[in-house]
Structure formats: structure tokens, C-alpha cells
């Protein structure tokens, strides 16, 4: 079994987390180095909710998902985003990734947060499962994503 945790309680997890998410979409990034991923992920220490990073973990560290003000530099209307779910390979297909996803979505409603949205390459059936609906699709830095929004019940 697993528990869910703010990263801002274990900051050792930082580097390892920014390793695997530019290992996964530094596509998505292009140029930004791992050194700079660290730095851009620093916020998440902090005690403000948005951003915030929680983790799955057992023994080992299985998997992130946070909840960012924007994801897309095309999108800054659109706020706040759920953001880097990720769940290591050996570790997928056990509902690690649903359940930080919807850990995310229940800590948005009880800071009041009617919508989130995300952005994502190819895990529209995943989402939508969760809820997730489909906003609009679109090229993102030379690559085909769907936007996805979910209505929270506040």
C-alpha cells in the first residue's frame, strides 16, 4: 500500500522527480535542462497550494501529480493546471496515476477551485475515466495535445 504526501514534506524526492518528468517530456520543454527543471520546480516547497506536488509513495517513490497556475504559455487564461502525473513504468497499471489524480481534484475543491484543466499528448482515455472532458485540441510546441477540464462540485 501506498500513501500520498506533499512534496514540501519530502524535498529529498525534488531531484529524482525533476530526473523522470524531463526523462518524460523534455519534448515538451525544449531546451530546458534538468538543472533548470529543478529550479523551476523549487515553488513547490513552498507552503502555498498552488504550486503544489504530491507524491505516491511506499518504500520506494512511485509517482507525482501537481497542481500549477499554467501549463501551456498559449493557455494563460485558463488556470489552474493539473500537471505532471507521472507514475514510474515498473509501477503503472495500478491505479498509482487515478488515484494522485483525483488526490489533486479533491484538494482543488476544498481550496474553492471550480475548474481544472490539462494538457495532454496521449492519455485522453485515462483522464476521462476520471471525469475529465475534452476542451480543444492543438499543436503545443510541435506536437498534437488535447486540453482537458474538469468541473469540480465546490
Do not use: C
Amino acid at each position: 500500500m501506498f500513501e500520498i504526501l506533499n512534496l514540501k514534506d519530502e524535498p529529498e524526492n525534488l531531484a529524482t522527480l525533476a530526473s523522470w518528468h524531463q526523462d518524460e517530456w523534455s519534448y515538451l520543454n525544449p531546451g530546458e535542462s534538468l538543472a533548470a527543471r529543478i529550479t523551476r520546480m523549487q515553488p513547490y516547497l513552498n507552503n502555498e497550494f498552488i504550486p503544489s506536488t504530491f507524491i505516491a509513495k511506499d518504500k520506494t517513490l512511485l509517482g507525482s501529480a501537481a497542481i500549477i497556475s499554467q501549463d501551456m504559455k498559449t493557455n494563460p487564461p485558463l488556470t489552474p493546471w493539473l500537471a505532471s502525473v507521472f507514475v514510474r513504468p515498473e509501477n503503472r497499471k495500478q491505479g498509482i496515476g487515478s488515484k494522485l489524480v483525483l488526490h489533486v481534484m479533491a484538494q482543488a475543491r476544498k481550496e474553492g477551485i471550480n475548474i481544472l484543466y490539462l494538457y495532454t499528448p496521449d492519455q485522453v482515455s485515462f483522464y476521462s475515466k476520471l471525469g475529465w472532458s475534452i476542451l480543444d485540441k492543438r499543436q503545443y510546441q510541435d506536437h498534437d495535445v488535447t486540453i482537458m477540464q474538469v468541473k469540480l462540485d465546490v
